[in-house]
């Protein structure tokens, strides 16, 4: 398994694995903002439309998990922060094939999500995630700090029930937080 930052071309190659990754998620029942069922068409269109130019713009920087050549996992780091927040990162859209889960694909991208952090001199980095959710525990191991939760935030990819969201952070550079203090 390797772990790349995608270029615009890692990205058109990949499209079609991206699309996958993002329906079998929806479809499994992560809360990643959409509903299933999740169509190719619907997913195609979030890819190119809302991440592509974010990506080309240095907004966000997207993170492939290759297996074989192939993305079976994704993570994306948004630095398109506003002026007052110059300091922090928020990641977006975690998520791992579920034929792929449960061999360290999350953990390493979340370290190549924060070493990329780092290069770009922010040292806070927030998320939210799905109370209860598989994710919370994860992020919990990985160092993530809960903030507060947040009742009613979603509704469920896969019923008409609303969800909790948890909202989380770490401090990459304690001494820097510290220092802003």
């Not at 190719?40 to 966000?60: K, N, T």
């Not at 780091?77 to 977006?92: A, W």
């Not at 160092?143 to 952070?169: C, E, L, Q, R, S």
Request: aromatic share 8%; net charge neutral.
């Amino acid at each position: 398994m390797k772990i790349i930052r995608a270029t615009l071309e890692a990205f058109d190659e990949q499209l079609d694995q991206l699309v996958e990754i993002l329906q079998q998620t929806v479809n499994n029942g992560a809360a990643v903002g959409f509903i299933a069922p999740l169509s190719a068409e619907r997913a195609r269109q979030f890819w190119q439309e809302s991440i592509r130019p974010a990506v080309a713009s240095g907004d966000r920087a997207l993170f492939l998990a290759l297996e074989e050549g192939r993305a079976v996992g994704t993570a994306q780091l948004i630095l398109g922060m506003p002026d007052n927040q110059p300091h922090r990162g928020e990641v977006s859209k975690m998520m791992v094939h579920p034929d792929h889960r449960r061999k360290g694909i999350a953990h390493h991208l979340i370290a190549r999500l924060e070493e990329e952090a780092r290069a770009h001199h922010r040292w806070q980095i927030t998320l939210d995630t799905r109370t209860g959710g598989g994710a919370e525990p994860f992020y919990h191991r990985m160092g993530y700090k809960v903030a507060g939760i947040i009742p009613n935030f979603g509704k469920n990819a896969t019923d008409d029930a609303f969800h909790a969201t948890t909202y989380m952070y770490k401090t990459l550079d304690e001494r820097r937080c510290q220092q802003a203090g």
